[in-house]
Structures are given as C-alpha cells and as structure tokens.
C-alpha cells in the first residue's frame, strides 16, 4: 500500500520487547527504567494478528527487534510463526549480540534470514562506558557463525558518538574489510529525554568522511549512504537521521512492545491495536500508513520524542 506521498510501505518494525540486558546511556536511563509490566506486553497471537493484517496491505518484510529481542521467553517460536504467515517474505532481526553466539542455527531453522548486530565498539572499556555492562561479547565467534551459517550480508550497526567510539571508525572499516561486512554509521538521534549532552556526541557524516577522506561513494539505498575503501571488501554506510533526512525513502511502520503502531519514529503519534479483531486491526493499519508524515521534525525542540528507544524498538 503506498502512503499519501507514493511511498510504498511494505516494511514493518516488531519490538518484541522494552527489556535489554545493556543499558546503553543513549537507549534508556542508567536507573529506574519503567520495566511493563508482562501483561503489558503483546502476546504471540496478538503479534500474529498484527502481521496478518499487515501483509494483506502489502507489508512482506518483518524485523524483529527490541529493547533485546532475544531476551523474550519463546522468541524461536515466535519467529517462526512469523515465517510462516502467508504474505511475509522476509524475516530479519537486530540483536546487541550477546544471547548470539550458540543460537544462530536456531534462528536460522526458525526463519531468520539475516542480522543486524548493534556494536558500537570494539573495545572493552569503551564498551562498559556505553552499556554500563563488563560482559563484553566474543564478537569475532559471533561474525564467524553468522558467516558460517550464511546469514548474509552481515550488518554491523554503530551509533557514532564524539569522544567514545568516534576514534575506532578506522577499526570497523578493517573489521569490514576482514569479513565482508556492511557497517553503517548511525548518527546520534534526540530521543527519549534522557540525561546525556547530545550536542557534545553528536558527529554527522560529513565529519566522518573529513576525517577518512579515503572512504568513496558507491550507492545510495533506501535509508543508507554507502561507501567504500579502494582495495578494501565490505562497504561503510551512513544513515543520516539528523544531518540528511531520507524521509523520503522511507517505507517502514513500527509496532512497539506494548501495542502502539508507529507511522514514524521521529513522532509520539502512536495508534493502540490492542483488542482489535481482524477487520479492525486491517482499519488501523490502513490509518497508520494514511498518517505517515511527509518528514520528520526531529531538529525542533518542540518535537522531541517521548520514549526512550528501548521502549519504540531499535
């Protein structure tokens, strides 16, 4: 179906959950999270109900995210149940990583295609400052068998932050370079109100390629701008949220943990599909992609975003 701006929406966000076994300080607050309660949460029948109804709009792909997806009890089911609704026909999912390594076969069989592994850093101490965790994953085991069971490409996504991870770009270009790998940068986004200095992390795409003028443009598609170094396999993308909208290319909903389809996740517009029979949650779908905004406002401070980004889905 496509929106009021003849963009197809074909591409729907699932955040199967608000918990996260990090606490990343740009994601969600160091203390106090409002945790939902499990009541709150969407069961798996409600979550199938919503994908029945997308895809008879013509929505085919599902990413499944969270806070961590695979910190939800029965998350294998779930997936395949997902693959096998009639009209889907790709399932994805973003994972910080670290229930990973043992589990790709498992996804796999369930219906996993590819993965998206959020990794800001290569660095253990950089990455506690992050995460406010020690556990620091075996990243090079979890690559290898993604690449082993060909959940390919590989997507690594970096949230760039100024004076954390911004020095360790020349790391994940040879980290792209050594497996094949798309990373993409993400430029900080001012969600959620939490308590960190935005201004002093954030760094744009154009401060990156002053910084690594080795890196050459390739392509443009859909949210991502990639790049490539001369000699070097793998390929770097930006998506620029804040410095370079892409509103235009976008063709994705959200549907968060607790029930609330998102036409955009740069607004609080939210649309409740809880106890909602089949006709109906086709109405509301519908609706969602008739209110999708033609772009986002994000740099007025007028239209901040209330929820935490553990709490939308990454």
């Given amino acids: 179906m496509k929106d009021r701006f003849e963009r197809e929406i074909d591409y729907l966000r699932i955040s199967v959950t608000d918990r996260c076994n990090l606490r990343c300080f740009y994601c969600m607050p160091e203390e106090g999270i409002d945790k939902k309660k499990h009541e709150d949460i969407l069961r798996d029948e409600e979550i199938l109900a919503a994908v029945q109804a997308a895809t008879k709009l013509g929505l085919k792909k599902i990413r499944i995210t969270g806070g961590e997806p695979l910190v939800r009890k029965g998350i294998f089911d779930l997936v395949r149940a997902i693959a096998d609704t009639e009209g889907v026909e790709e399932v994805v999912m973003t994972t910080n990583g670290i229930l990973l390594q043992g589990n790709v076969n498992r996804l796999k069989e369930a219906g996993i295609e590819r993965v998206n592994l959020s990794m800001d850093t290569l660095n253990p101490e950089t990455y506690q400052r992050i995460t406010k965790t020690g556990s620091f994953p075996n990243y090079h085991a979890i690559l290898q068998e993604l690449i082993e069971h060909d959940l390919l490409p590989v997507k690594i996504n970096c949230v760039l932050l100024k004076g954390i991870n911004d020095r360790e770009i020349s790391d994940f270009l040879d980290l792209a370079d050594r497996y094949d790998l798309h990373v993409r940068f993400i430029e900080l986004m001012p969600i959620g109100h ?64 607790d029930g609330k389809l998102k036409p955009c996740l740069h607004t609080n517009e939210e649309i409740d599909i809880r106890h909602q029979t089949a006709d109906e949650l086709y109405r509301t779908f519908q609706k969602a992609i008739r209110h999708k905004p033609q772009n986002h406002k994000l740099h007025k401070e007028e239209n901040a975003i209330l929820r935490s980004m553990n709490k939308i889905g990454g």
């Fill in 194 to 257: 939490l308590p960190y200095d935005y201004k002093k992390h954030f760094i744009s795409k154009q401060d990156v390629l002053k910084r690594h003028p080795e890196l050459e443009f390739d392509k443009k598609y859909r949210v991502a701008e990639y790049y490539t170094v001369k000699n070097q396999r793998g390929n770097i993308g930006f998506i620029n949220a804040m410095s370079h909208h892409f509103c235009n290319q976008c063709n994705r909903l959200r549907l968060t943990a």
